[in-house]
């Protein structure tokens, strides 16, 4: 099961540039110093030299696209810089202390991205990608009931938060509440959730409740995004085996499977299904496939 970590959308914010401004004469700051020194002694502010133009400024939404395009190359110290530039001009800004919290995260620093997290719920308790986030720590804390209670907080004050749906559903697929799987997943694949594991457990959901034809229709569709997805595949198999009543082709993906697969722990599913599917008691004579 793997937990989606929210990383939301950054608000567009206009940035603004200082134009220098021309004569309307057209008259260059340096023929006004030739005519000085000619004798002709002009006298006004115009023939002063003019001052360098300032580089203009970095618009905010500049700023987070540098930063989110950092984060993505995996450019680290470039992303630390313009998340200090972008603090600097707003120490509580939500959206940098989250992605700064995201990276806590990811590099199994809790209690620092729990402190990150705590400095925004202290000024927007409702705030639901903090929320979800916060989830996520408490679950790599081994602190489900908290997990789930952040979660469900994250999609009441955001129904559209498709990481805290996906997220809610994939702790109720690991504990086989599949009805309610079914409903967090699909919404959050509504609202545009395309990840391969959302997929998947939505899926798997669909077959637990017994829609054996869509959760067919699902695997195959996240198999096309992701052909070679070692654990589609073998969840695929186990719902043609359990549910479908199409054996041979099950035995087919796990065939593929063995030649792709190294982790022990899917190696020892597959011969685990294998051997179901070979038993006389479930083994059928095949799909149209």
């Known amino acids: ?23 309307g004469d057209g008259t260059s700051s340096e023929t006004e110093e030739a005519l000085q020194d000619s004798g002709q002694g002009l006298q006004s502010s115009e023939s002063k030299p003019a001052e ?6 970095v618009s905010s939404y500049d700023l987070y696209k540098k930063y989110r395009d950092a984060r993505v190359a995996k450019d680290y110290r470039a992303a630390s810089q313009y998340a200090s530039e972008i603090l600097s001009r707003n120490p509580n800004d ?25 400095k925004i719920l202290y000024r927007d308790p409702n705030n639901s990608p903090a929320l979800n986030n916060i989830g996520v720590v408490e679950l790599k804390s081994d602190n489900l009931r908290l997990a789930l209670i952040n979660f469900k907080r994250a ?21 086989r509440n599949y009805g309610a799987a079914v409903s967090a997943l699909e919404t959050a694949i509504d609202y545009g959730d395309q990840a391969t594991d959302t997929m998947n457990n939505y899926a798997i959901a669909l077959s637990g409740v017994g829609d054996k034809d869509r959760a067919t229709k699902q695997f195959e569709k996240t198999l096309a995004k992701d052909q070679n997805n070692v654990n589609v595949m073998v969840n695929y198999a186990a719902h ?25 722990a899917i190696l020892e599913r597959v011969n685990s299904l294998t051997r179901k599917a070979e038993a006389p008691s479930t083994a059928t004579k095949g799909g149209d496939n």
């Open 1 to 23: 099961m793997k937990i989606w970590i929210a990383l939301f959308a950054l608000l567009l914010v206009a940035g603004c540039s200082t134009q220098e401004k021309s004569g």
């Open 155 to 175: 999609a009441a004050a955001d129904a559209r938060n498709k990481a805290a749906l996906a997220n809610l559903g994939a702790i109720y697929v690991q504990y």
């Open 240 to 264: 043609l085996i359990d549910r479908a009543g199409d054996s041979k082709k099950a035995l087919g993906i796990l065939n593929k499977v063995r030649f792709i697969a190294h982790e022990p």
């Open 94 to 118: 939500p959206k940098i202390l989250n992605a700064l919290a995201t990276s806590a995260i990811e590099s199994g620093k809790l209690d620092l991205a729990r402190l990150i997290l705590g």
């Open 52 to 57: 360098a133009p300032k580089a203009p400024e």
